[in-house]
């Protein structure tokens, strides 16, 4: 016999601690992101690089398309401090859709 069956009484309280994780990390991420927007000084940042990353993913099997690429695009962006001091970083975060141009200003936190 198995010990877990979909009509166990641990499959309710499983669920609702999941639940409840996912609300606190929710909040949590909600609360820093405000305090980063309150107390972080803003400023105007230059795209100067981006980075193409390019996976392929060969799938043997699959006879309508056996090949699947996505493409993921990073961004190196510089700002100055208030002191004129240049500070350069890569965004951490990638994305496969981005409308920023090398030579573009954004908003840096």
Known sequence: MYWFHFSSELLMPLFSLIGLLLIYFGFRT???HRYRKRHWVRTKGQIVDAHIEVDIDVV?????DP???SYTRR???RFYTASGEAIEFWNPYSTNLSLN???SQINVL
């Open 30 to 32: 909600i609360r820093r």
């Open 60 to 64: 043997p099997f699959d006879r309508d």
């Open 67 to 69: 090949v699947d690429t």
């Open 75 to 77: 961004l190196r962006v």
């Open 101 to 103: 141009r090398v030579g």
